[in-house]
């Protein structure tokens, strides 16, 4: 069974920095979009950010949720099997858990992100941005 493993969470100050990573031992990403949602507790998961497969000339093309646009940035590096989310200018309301799926209906990213096509969720991993 496939799952993902999320992971780079912590605690940060407000403005603070950090980069979220998202493996699949023994899945290949290349051919999938991944997106990342966080959820805090007792709130529906939200999509902020996926990234379009990247093989050949494919342009990994990205997408953000308008609350992350400009300080999150979505990466990933084939070579490692891996996506990246790299959070910057980090706020207390980013406090969350972060988890990452593949997206098994579509390999390039729609204008929105909803959830129901996202699979292989992993434990997640924790932001909590606190003075």
């Known amino acids: 069974q496939v799952q993902f493993v999320e992971s780079g969470g912590g605690l940060v100050q407000p403005g603070g920095s950090l980069r979220l990573s998202c493996q699949a031992p023994?899945?290949?990403?290349?051919?999938?979009?991944i997106g990342w949602f966080r959820q805090v507790s007792g709130n529906e998961r939200e999509g902020i950010s996926c990234?379009?497969?990247?093989?050949?000339?494919?342009?990994?093309?990205?997408l953000y949720a308008d609350s992350v646009k400009g300080r999150f940035t979505i990466s990933r590096d084939n070579a490692k099997n891996t996506v990246y989310l790299q959070l910057n200018s980090l706020k207390p309301e980013d406090t969350a858990v972060y988890y990452c799926?593949?997206?098994?209906?579509?390999?390039?990213?729609?204008?929105?992100?909803?959830?129901?096509?996202?699979?292989?969720w992993g434990q997640g991993t924790q932001v909590t941005v606190s003075s």
């Open positions: 990234i379009s497969y990247s093989v050949g000339g494919s342009d990994g093309s990205t």
């Open positions: 799926g593949a997206n098994l209906m579509r390999s390039v990213c729609g204008n929105q992100q909803v959830e129901h096509e996202y699979a292989y």
């Open positions: 023994g899945f290949s990403l290349d051919y999938y979009a």
